[in-house]
């Protein structure tokens, strides 16, 4: 029997994945019976799978984690995820050979996948995903990219949606960081618009994932976000799913539509650490919770990284109906859970994005156990 034209889909959206811990289904454990409950799942690729590849071309240890024996990909069915998004600063830390492998793997798990391509064209085809007669775009970019690494005519890549980086001289100060602008480079957002526009021809809600902004750091958002995210919502983006930075950031309601500027980590561990304590830029110390590093724990991000959510939206052929998240949590296992009304988790994470959001329009009310974000305007 065919759908009625009022019929709804829910979607529900998750950040970074990609343990490096192995079984890895038992990172899925608490958080996939709250996943069963939606039509369909998106999830954030951190990893390639695969036996192919070179030496990573950087210094720092991470690399060695972030290409996987195929066998742990496993995680993927284990929350039962639909759609995945390879556009990430590593799905090239080993070359192209992975992130090949790394589709194929997917597309023979039934996955659909965004963001990443034999060439430009295919990395910046949409996945089309028909549920119950709403057709859904999916698209996927990724702002953190290293000279090489973005698809190109003929060359094997990850769709990009870059920035140029200035930096601006404070006074008086010594040790003072300069200012940091940053400006969405305009041929990208050019294509971003067209690809979105193209998308929208097909199908009946287009959803934009990307990966960008400043990691482990709280509340802050690049300059060149906002743009980006208004450019793509001008175009007819439905809704924005953004992650990267480990840790919620802003929710924003621009012209009805909302962007979600991260959505924070899902089910990843990080690469292992003995020590709590990590620094970026040797400027900003961070510190994980004792509880999270081994022996008793493996998540070895800062504390604040611990709050996070799932995206959910409704949709329906005239649209995206309503957009809210489920506040989550993870434990010193590196596990998500969702966290109810009645925890005081709840508000703890409630009011963190409160917080990181309130630079930017946005409206919360709670509704059982979710946050539901108003769109109306009023």
Request: overall charge negative.
């Amino acid at each position: 029997m065919a759908a009625s034209n009022n019929a709804t889909v829910t979607l529900m959206a998750g950040g970074d994945v990609g343990p490096v811990y192995e079984p890895t289904d038992q990172f899925a454990e608490l958080i996939a019976p709250v996943l069963q409950q939606a039509d369909l799942r998106f999830g954030q690729c951190e990893r390639t799978y695969s036996e192919r590849g070179a030496d990573p071309q950087f210094t720092w240890p991470s690399g060695a984690h972030t290409r996987l024996p195929a066998r742990m990909a496993s995680i993927w069915n284990a929350a039962n995820i639909d759609i995945i998004s390879l556009a990430s600063n590593h799905a090239m830390d080993w070359g192209p050979d992975p992130v090949e492998d790394t589709m194929a793997l997917f597309r023979s798990m039934g996955k659909h996948v965004i963001g990443a391509g034999k060439d430009i064209d295919e990395a910046r085809k949409p996945a089309i995903v028909e549920c119950k007669g709403v057709k859904i775009a999916f698209l996927a970019y990724c702002s953190v990219l290293r000279l090489g690494q973005a698809a190109g005519k003929g060359k094997v890549g990850i769709t990009p949606m870059r920035a140029h980086t200035y930096y601006e001289p404070e006074e008086f100060q010594p040790g003072t960081p300069p200012r940091i602008v940053t400006v969405p480079y305009e041929e990208d957002v050019q294509a971003m618009q067209d690809d979105i526009r193209k998308a929208k021809q097909q199908a009946d809600v287009v959803i934009m994932s990307i990966h960008w902004g400043l990691r482990h750091v709280p509340k802050t958002i690049c300059t060149y976000q906002p743009p980006i995210a208004h450019a793509a919502i001008d175009a007819g983006a439905d809704l924005i799913l953004g992650h990267h930075a480990h840790s919620i950031k802003a929710v924003e309601v621009y012209k009805g539509k909302v962007c979600f500027y991260s959505i924070g980590n899902f089910m990843t561990t990080g690469s292992p650490k003995t020590s709590t304590q990590a620094f970026e830029w040797n400027l900003l110390w961070l510190s994980a919770d004792e509880e999270c590093m081994a022996p008793h724990g493996m998540y070895h991000f800062p504390s604040h990284c611990r709050k996070t959510m799932i995206a959910k939206a409704v949709i329906s052929k005239q649209g995206v109906e309503r957009v809210s998240f489920l506040p989550a949590f993870i434990n010193n296992r590196a596990q998500p859970y969702v966290v109810t009304r009645d925890d005081p988790k709840f508000d703890e994470i409630l009011k963190f994005t409160e917080y990181v959001s309130d630079q930017h329009p946005h409206k919360f009310r709670v509704e059982g156990n979710e946050v539901v974000v108003d769109t109306s305007g009023k």
